[in-house]
T-cell receptor, first 109, second 116 residues
Framework: DAKTTQPTSMDCAEGRAANLPCNHS???????VYWYRQIHSQGPQYIIH???NNETNEMASLIITEDRKSSTLILPHATLRDTAVYYC??????????FGKGTRLHILP | DVKVTQSSRYLVKRTGEKVFLECVQD?????MFWYRQDPGLGLRLIYF???????EKGDIPEGYSVSREKKERFSLILESASTNQTSMYLC???????????????FGPGTRLTVL
């Protein structure tokens, strides 16, 4: 089962792009990379996921390296409401996803 | 929009009480999950269910049981609440992926349970 490594915390200025890295060097070929975030006092919220190709939706972009050992979540124009804990997940055990400690992202005004 | 609701946002119970936490989803999802979240430990899976009347133990099932009598409802039961079960409890649901991989989980707002 793949494990992920993320920085404990990051700061980003409001209006700038927030780039959150994630290492998943033991990921296997059929394991997806998922990103969730959790705003204080709320349940986790799905952001985006991908397998090999880069993905983009209305919330974020996901860049996956060619060897699939790492990925970056990009919030193109961070706002104060993006302050949250961001979880990178690349573990697939029978439809169970395993949350790690995540990255606490602080958006600075 | 997918909606997962939990019966209470805040709950205070006494040691030894039987506690029921209810979760309802409105998207006809096959899979439902119960997690607890504690500072420094992240989210930990307690139990999950693939279908009505089916249940599987997660990583920390001790002290808990579950019930899934209807597809939309998944209940977490603390048979005899203890102070170490004070935590944030999160319910989630997801559609069945047919083994293609983990699909998106949709979470409820959480229930903060305090056991005195």
């Amino acid at each position: 089962d793949a494990k992920t490594t993320q920085p404990t915390s990051m700061d980003c200025a409001e209006g700038r792009a927030a780039n959150l890295p994630c290492n998943h060097s033991t990921i296997s070929g059929n394991e997806y990379v998922y990103w969730y975030r959790q705003i204080h006092s709320q349940g986790p919220q799905y952001i985006i996921h991908g397998l090999k190709n880069n993905e983009t939706n209305e919330m974020a972009s996901l860049i996956i390296t060619e060897d699939r050992k790492s990925s970056t979540l990009i919030l193109p124009h961070a706002t104060l409401r993006d302050t949250a804990v961001y979880y990178c997940i690349s573990e697939n055990r029978d439809d169970k996803i395993i949350f790690g400690k995540g990255t606490r992202l602080h958006i600075l005004p | 929009d997918v909606k997962v609701t939990q019966s209470s946002r805040y709950l205070v119970k006494r040691t030894g009480e039987k506690v029921f936490l209810e979760c309802v989803q409105d998207m006809d999802h096959e899979n439902m999950f119960w997690y607890r979240q504690d500072p420094g430990l992240g989210l930990r899976l307690i139990y999950f269910s693939y279908d009505v009347k089916m249940k599987e133990k997660g990583d920390i099932p001790e002290g808990y049981s579950v019930s899934r009598e209807k597809k939309e409802r998944f209940s977490l039961i603390l048979e005899s609440a203890s102070t170490n079960q004070t935590s944030m409890y999160l319910c989630a649901s997801s559609p069945w992926t047919g083994g293609r991989g983990t699909d998106t989980q949709y979470f409820g707002p959480g229930t903060r349970l305090t056991v005195l």
